[in-house]
C-alpha cells in the first residue's frame, strides 16, 4: 500500500526558510516523478513542484521559482522541499504527491499525503 | 497558463440525486482532464482521468465526459459519502492547474 507521509511544516516568519520532507513506501520510489501540491487556507488546489524519478529534472510554478527547491534521495526514499524567503502568501497545506505511471510523467496524481501546514507570519 | 472554471461553486443536492459538475476552460486541452473529490479535512483522492477513466475502486455512479474545453463530472445517485468537493485538474500543459472546487452539499 503507498504511503506518503510529510513532515517539517511550522511556523516561519516573513523571509525566513523551512524544509519539508515526504517519507514514501508502497512502492518503487524512483521508478515515479513526485510533486508538492499545496492548499491556501479554505482555498483551491495549487501546484508547486516536481521533480523527475532519477532527480535529473525539476519543475516550478512560477509563484516559487527562484525560491523553493525540490530534491529527492532515492536512497531514503525521501522527497524534499526546501522552501526560502518565504512569503504571507505561501501560507498553505503542502501536499507530497505522487504522479500515475511509472519511468513517466503523466502530470495527473493518484496519491496524496495528508500535507504538513506551512505558516508564515511575523 | 490555462484557466479553469467550475460551475457551480456551490451544489446541493439530496441522497439520490443525480448531479452535474461543469468544468471549462479556457483552450482546448483534447481530454487531458482529471477529477478529485476531498473531504473535509482529508487529502484529495483521484477519481477520474483522461475525462472518462475510471480510478481503480471508484464506484461506477461517478462519470465522467466531455473533450477539448467543456467537461463534466455526473454522479448518478449521490449517497452520503459523496458529499464533498469536487476539482477538475488539466495536465495538457505545464503548469498543471486546478478549477476552484465545487462544493457539493446537502440540501
Known amino acids: 500500500e503507498v504511503h506518503l507521509v510529510e513532515s517539517g511544516g511550522g511556523l516561519v516568519q516573513p523571509g525566513g526558510s523551512l524544509r519539508l520532507l515526504c517519507s514514501a513506501s508502497?512502492?518503487?520510489?524512483?521508478?515515479?516523478?513526485m510533486y508538492w501540491v499545496r492548499q491556501g487556507p479554505g482555498k483551491g488546489l495549487e501546484y508547486v513542484a516536481g521533480i523527475s524519478g532519477d532527480g535529473g529534472s525539476t519543475y516550478y510554478a512560477d509563484s516559487v521559482k527562484g525560491r523553493f527547491i525540490i530534491s529527492r534521495d532515492n536512497s531514503k526514499n525521501t522527497l524534499y522541499l526546501q522552501m526560502s524567503s518565504l512569503r504571507a502568501e505561501d501560507t498553505a497545506l503542502y501536499y507530497c504527491v505522487k504522479d500515475d505511471r511509472m519511468r513517466a510523467t503523466d502530470w495527473f496524481f493518484d496519491y496524496w499525503g495528508q500535507g504538513t501546514l506551512v505558516t508564515v507570519s511575523s | 497558463v490555462i484557466w479553469m472554471t467550475q460551475s457551480p461553486s456551490l451544489l446541493s443536492a439530496s441522497t439520490g440525486d443525480s448531479v452535474n459538475i461543469s468544468c471549462r476552460l479556457s483552450?482546448?486541452?483534447?481530454?487531458?482532464l482529471a477529477w478529485y473529490q476531498q473531504k473535509p479535512g482529508k487529502a484529495p483522492d483521484l477519481l477520474i482521468y483522461g475525462a472518462s477513466t475510471l480510478q481503480n475502486g471508484v464506484p461506477s455512479r461517478f462519470s465522467g465526459s466531455g473533450s477539448g474545453t467543456d467537461f463534466t463530472l455526473t454522479i448518478s445517485s449521490l449517497q452520503s459519502e459523496d458529499f464533498a468537493t469536487y476539482y477538475c485538474?488539466?495536465?495538457?500543459?505545464?503548469?498543471?492547474?486546478f478549477g476552484q472546487g465545487t462544493r457539493v452539499e446537502t440540501k
Open positions: 483552450q482546448g486541452i483534447s481530454t487531458y
Open positions: 508502497g512502492f518503487t520510489f524512483s521508478s515515479y516523478t
Open positions: 485538474q488539466q495536465y495538457y500543459s505545464f503548469p498543471p492547474t
